[in-house]
């Protein structure tokens, strides 16, 4: 089955940091992709990992190890417009016919405090 | 340029009536896909489509839902006999194939079945 597991809600003080992480048991596997989801608008993309190792970009970070089916989000400098649901998706397949359609984890509902 | 749009932004419906919610992705994307998102829940999976066809509908939930995209651009998905369990928020998607990672989301129709 299709099983994606991050934390429902997590709560952080502004300009800290914070990681959110993310586990996965999926079918097929061709890459992982955090979202970010303000409440009553679309998810927007932040990152995509599809080999092992940390990806950096500006505040935001993603760590993915296909092994151990993990990956974890590090959002640094916490700023209050940060407060937002943060979604992990695996994607299934990849071109050539095959599915390319994301499995959504429920998402982590982050609150960041002054 | 444009990002992806849906119509209506909200639509009200009663019981056993039937719907039709239409996307319209970013132009030159050859892949969109369709998503439900409950409250609290992250987007699930219901068809995607690759050119004019649907690569993937494993996610449809059952014979009342259906999509179609016969120009291999706006794409309407439409529900039958509607039921107040498929209350939801419906999103649309766009990418590109082969190049592009991420998948751009338009800011979905949220559907009330009364």
């Known amino acids: 089955g299709q099983n994606i597991d991050q934390p429902t809600e997590m709560t952080a003080t502004e300009g800290a940091i914070v990681q959110i992480n993310c586990t996965y048991q999926?079918?097929?596997?061709?890459?992982l992709f955090w979202y970010q989801q303000h409440a009553g608008e679309a998810p927007t993309f932040l990152s995509y990992?599809?080999l092992d190792g940390l990806e950096e970009k500006g505040r935001f970070s993603s760590f993915l190890s296909r092994s151990k089916g993990y990956s974890y989000l590090l959002l640094k400098e916490l700023q209050m417009k940060d407060s937002a649901s943060y979604l992990c998706?695996?994607?299934?397949?990849w071109g050539g016919g095959a599915t390319n359609k994301l499995i959504f984890g429920t998402g982590t509902l982050l609150a960041v405090q002054p | 340029g444009a990002g992806v749009s849906q119509t209506p932004s909200n639509k009200v419906t009663e019981k056993g009536k039937y719907v039709e919610l239409r996307c319209d992705p970013i132009?030159?994307?050859?892949?969109l896909y369709w998503y439900r998102q409950s409250l609290g829940q992250g987007p699930e999976f219901l068809i995607y489509?690759?050119?004019?066809?649907?690569?993937?509908d494993s996610g449809l939930p059952n014979d009342r839902f259906f999509a179609v995209r016969p120009e291999g651009s706006v794409s309407t998905l439409k529900i039958q006999r509607t039921e107040r369990g498929d209350s939801a928020v419906y999103l649309c998607?766009?990418?590109?194939?082969?190049?592009?990672?991420?998948?751009?989301f338009g800011p979905g129709t949220r559907l009330t079945v009364l």
């Open positions: 998607a766009s990418s590109l194939m082969s190049v592009e990672n991420e998948q751009f």
């Open positions: 998706a695996v994607r299934d397949g």
């Open positions: 132009s030159g994307h050859t892949a």
């Open positions: 489509f690759q050119g004019t066809g649907a690569a993937d």
């Open positions: 990992n599809v």
């Open positions: 999926t079918s097929g596997f061709n890459g």
